[in-house]
């Protein structure tokens, strides 16, 4: 008895929600973390948009984000999320230490 296993495909909004997933992105220039809810997607008839193709952009900065697809919601909130881990010290904190 052989069991075949069907690969899960989430490329679309449609295929996030579906399986319950979410799609985080991170700005390269910035460092910042933010979250797409294909649930609002879905309300504004984005079903079938191919997130995989989409170039996505930092809302603060323009820089290129990276994606990063979730089984749950993170939730992040932008303006604290690792803060403190990239903080780019400047000389005068450098010489206190």
């Not at 797409?36 to 504004?44: F, G, H, N, R, T």
């Not at 008839?45 to 930092?58: A, L, N, R, S």
């Amino acid at each position: 008895m052989s069991h075949t296993i069907e690969p899960v495909v989430i490329s679309t909004i449609s295929d996030l929600a579906k399986y319950e997933m979410s799609l985080s992105l991170y700005c390269l220039l910035c460092y910042r973390w933010g979250e797409i809810e294909p649930s609002e997607w879905l309300a504004d008839g984005k079903h079938y948009i191919d997130y995989v193709k989409q170039g996505f952009k930092c809302g603060e900065c323009g820089g290129k984000a990276e994606k990063q697809v979730r089984t749950t919601p993170v939730l992040f909130n932008v303006e604290s999320a690792y803060q403190g881990m990239f903080k780019r010290e400047t000389e005068e904190e450098i010489n206190e230490n």
